[in-house]
């Protein structure tokens, strides 16, 4: 009987410092605006192609909407990240509400992703054949980074 008691501390105890664990490690990011970053390194990859007026209007549009996702979904995980904070400093706390705050913060991201996807499918399909071919030779400039 008390050897159950010790093996489910240890297996709570563990759980505790692995969530804190790679909490506490974070990204290099972690705490900063990546949207910023984010938004800046595409403003100045756009900058080098020479839109006409139609596209500049067309990609400010599109930048705008990303902005204001990014923005949403930093809020989103800092409400998350209060919510799993708030838990964890309880007497004792519920891992099973840790993880189903986690996940549910997580579930945020894949949608988000996939709609900034399409929104730069979108933008490619306003260029011309001579930016979109300087947009595939970046982009097959980065892909390379993953041939070592």
């Known amino acids: 009987m008390i050897k159950s008691h010790i093996k489910k501390a240890a297996l709570i105890a563990g759980t505790v410092f692995i969530l804190v664990g790679l909490i506490a490690c974070g990204r290099p990011f972690a705490g900063k605006d990546r949207s910023d970053y984010f938004l800046k390194g595409m403003d100045r990859k756009v900058a ?84 979109q071919k300087e947009v595939r030779e970046f982009i097959d400039k980065r892909l390379s980074r993953f041939d070592s």
């Open 48 to 131: 080098s192609l020479d839109l006409n007026a139609e596209q500049q209007a067309y990609y400010d549009r599109m930048r705008a909407e990303m902005k204001a996702d990014l923005e949403a979904l930093k809020k989103e995980r800092k409400e998350t990240a209060g919510k799993i904070k708030a838990e964890l400093s309880a007497a004792a706390p519920d891992m099973k509400k840790v993880s189903a705050f986690a996940k549910e913060g997580m579930q945020k991201h894949p949608k988000l992703f996939e709609k900034q996807i399409d929104r730069l499918t979108e933008f490619y399909s306003q260029l011309n054949a001579e930016q």
